[in-house]
């Protein structure tokens, strides 16, 4: 049977190892939130930074009204460079609006308001989904962004 | 007005039917069955003392445990209805894949997809994960524990029944609200919504939690109290002490969703609690993952300590570290009961909770990585021999390993915001679910096979194809759900984008390669039940208490 050679420098390596990972994980979690905290799902309070866009979610499409008025239905058209920032609820059922290319991820729930503010950069056409498990046409909840 | 007989009901009519004709069928037989167990004299002592003598005892898969309530019988019950659900969720879920090769809903329509999809994510986790490890508990805890006091027969029985018929009501009810069932969706009684009897489901689900909870309080009472003098805590099994964690954190969250699946059953016929329009419809979300957390926990812990159990013998070797396994066990217990916000980060909790329970998460990483080093220091120590069993707990200390820095990811809130509700979640949990939870109850099945199967041995090559083709197809599956998550592909969806499909279709041919392994087990398991007795029933798990 072989012995583990230098028991206490093993078990040292390990703990020390395992510590450092997992505090530096949670140091510069803190820090990110710290620094961006705009930039992540909350409720509505402040004031909300650069163009604002209320969105609705419902089963099963989502509605984008911009600060003139007109509203789009699965089409979000944005510019690049321009700060916006999303206030988003849902006429019914739980929804979860999300953008991979901004990484905007955040719940649509009905008497509830979360904001998110975020800046494209590229031109391009990107997607969003519902990651919000939400009845029969939950996957059919989707569309395209478009940046100019 | 037609009559409204649907071919479900029938088909559930008829079920119900045939197992009461079967109770009485068992009745008999279990009669016969006991007395050749326990010989003419003991089964004439009174019930309480001959159920004692029964769960010390080693024991057969045998269906007269059905009529039966000494411990041991408990368990072989709820081993095999765990094994059946498991075997139901599973073809559930390789319906759902086949469905997924095409971005359209092609094999299924979307409504078929979603049953599909609530029945494989309720039953895994309330009829597999759940019942085997209530059963591995029932039928391990007596040998143990040398339990000198098998007392709660009568109720431990009732609760199994009430398991049973709340996993019926879970496969007949045709819910489409997901495992979650977030209200309001969970309240639209329609096809379309959360379907219409998804009450029933509700209903099915309180079942199976308050026989859980109750179990849990009997598991306390048998290790606690009625455990043999000869066994102190400090030298109790690792997996007694990992039953003691699973069952208080049970005990603790579980009444929590009773409750809460109870508002909702009141909330249909007069919604105060949840209503939306107020905004508490996340109030439901919140009491829901306060249990919905710890339930992973519940899968994951004795599966800790079964590897705990297995792993000195297959190397030859006492655990590296007894103490650091209960520490860590003991951690598990109490962290994994402050991380259930990290389920709803992007619901607008605010950046301090969401900072709170993105530490806490970080932090229940600490004892998981403890359990792991341990396992590999044994191993390390000792000479591992790669029975099969063996290489379900070694793949099960792997994938826990990719599932576990995979959730560490998730527990960053920047990261979640990317990847929250894309197939990365689902493969974190995957990999965990089905190499370690999955995975280890089959080691522990195989390694009890000449027990319950009373002096059989299993297909050895069957075994060892069964477990390259699940281990295979848990890596290719949830291997790619893992990259075309952080691509954006996004869970429980009928139909998809058509950038997806690379993923989707590889993740459909692991699904196959992982439904074709398990099909092999069950025709290991049913081929080598019924060749002539070949070898004495003794495993390494369990051993006859004759003191």
Partial sequence: MKKLENKTKAEVVWIVAVLTILVWAAVSNAAYLHDNSSSIANPVGGNPQGVVINVTGYQWAWTFTYPNGTSSIDNLSLKAGTTYTLVITSKDVIHDLYIPEFGVNVYAVAGHTNQITFTPTKAGTYIFECVEYCGEYHYEMRGTVTVT | MTLGLTFELAVFGS????????GFLLYYFAVDYKRNLLGEVSSALPKKESNTVLSRMKRELSFSAFMMDDSKSIGIRYLITS??????????????????????????????????????????????????ILGMAYYLLPSSVKLKNDSFGVVSSIMYWMFLVGSLFIIFSKSTATWYFYYPLVDQLTAIGGGQYSFATLIGVMLILIATTVSSVIFLRMIFFDRDPSIRLSNMSLFAWSVVSTAFLIIASAPVSIIANGFLIYDNINPIFFQAGNGSALGYAIMFWYWGHPLVYVAVIPAFGLIYEMLPRFTGTKIYSYKSGVLSLLMLMILSGTVWGHHLFNSGLGTVWDLIFSTTSFIVAVPSAISVFNWIATMWVGRVKLTVPMMFIINGIIDFIIGGVSGVMLADVGANQLIHGTYAVTSHFHFIFLGLTTGVAFAAIYVLFPTLSGGRNYNVPMAKVHFYLSTIGTIVMSGFWLVGGFAGMPRRVAGYFGIFQTYQDAAAVGGVILGIGFLIFLINFLYSAYKPVETNTSNILEEEVTS
Avoid: D, E, K
Wanted: no cysteine.
């Fill in chain 2, 15 to 22: 079920f119900i039917a045939l197992l009461i004709v079967m």
């Fill in chain 2, 83 to 132: 094994l059946v659900l498991f075997f139901i969720a599973g073809l559930a879920g390789i319906g759902m894949r086949i469905s997924l090769w095409f971005p359209v809903p092609s094999f299924l329509t979307p409504v078929q997809y979603n049953i599909l999809l609530t029945a494989h994510g309720t039953l895994m986790l309330y009829g597999w994960a759940t019942g085997s």
